[in-house]
């Protein structure tokens, strides 16, 4: 996908080198963003006629995936201003920054007009907006034209993936999470994130429905095919290749027989795509 220039170039840029993300591989970042997310978007829309919009878009990987699978042009927003500096130098690097624009701003204010993108990315984002998701999913509502791709831990589900991933900890006020992690010596790992639940994505996104069959993917066993893939994010600043356990798949086979497209309610993450009606 890159070149082994490129990718040396990429590891020389220092806020990159010496951040706390350094240790990702660019090439499998790349094609996991891909397998994951961009092919799948690909199936509802013309991804060559397409502006995306990525919300918290960090250093750009995910908007670089779209752009090299052929995306025409996109638009990244972050509040991280280092993020950001570190995404404008990998465009440069990537041959892609005459297709991109970078801006510091946040998903509960997005400097985009009423429908001005055709497809939209907000990829374990809102529950990190102290409790100000609904105010974004109003501007993800209006910004985006066609498509919307949302992914974040799913509140109803009882251990989530994320901050202590102690049971039942999210469902608490805050000061008794932070004791909870506390007693159970988590409490570094305790970030106060505010989650959602999957009723609080559909009524945000009152004008679109979902499309995708099960986890952003167009059928189960496409979810499946997916594994075992590179993860960038594995925690504790490890990046590795994931498969999933018997356990796991087991789970989620049970699950997809169960609910079908309804599993988008019940499983951990709530990940979907989702189109505007009548688009």
């Known amino acids: 996908m890159l070149s082994e220039e490129q990718v040396r170039r ?17 090439n499998g970042a790349l094609d996991y963003l891909q397998r994951k997310y961009i092919v799948n978007l690909s199936r509802y829309c013309d991804l060559s006629r397409s502006i995306m919009l990525d919300c918290g ?24 201003e280092v993020a950001l500096s570190v995404a404008r130098k990998f465009a440069r690097i990537m041959g892609v920054d005459d297709r991109v624009l970078f801006c510091r701003a946040s998903v509960t204010e997005l400097p985009v007009r009423d429908r ?46 994320h901050d202590t991933r102690l049971p039942f900890a999210h469902w608490l006020p805050r000061r008794w999470r932070r004791t909870y992690a506390r007693l159970l010596a988590r409490e570094k790992e305790e970030e106060g994130s505010i989650f959602l639940t999957p009723f ?4 945000g996104l009152a004008d679109f429905r979902l499309v995708s069959k099960f986890l952003g993917f167009d059928s189960f066993k496409d979810f499946l095919g997916s594994y075992p893939h590179y993860l960038p994010y594995m925690g504790s600043g490890v990046a590795g290749v994931r498969d999933l356990s018997k356990a796991k798949r087991a789970f989620y086979r049970l699950v997809h027989w169960a609910f079908q497209q309804g599993s988008f309610y019940v499983l951990p993450s709530l990940t979907g795509i989702f189109r505007r009606d009548g688009s």
Do not use: Y
Request: one cysteine or more; glycine letters at 8%; proline letters at 5%.
């Open 10 to 26: 990429l590891r020389e840029v220092p806020e990159f080198k010496d951040g706390p993300t350094g240790f990702i591989s660019p």
């Open 57 to 80: 878009c960090h250093e750009g990987w995910n908007i670089f995936a779209f752009l090299l699978e052929g995306g025409r042009m996109a638009i990244g927003v972050d509040t991280n």
């Open 116 to 161: 001005g993108v055709d497809l939209l990315c907000c990829i374990e984002t809102l529950e990190h907006l102290d409790g100000d998701a609904d105010r974004a999913l109003v501007e993800i509502n209006r910004v985006a034209r066609q498509l919307v791709l949302v992914t974040t831990p799913n509140k109803l589900f009882p251990i989530v993936a």
């Open 200 to 203: 609080q994505i559909t009524r």
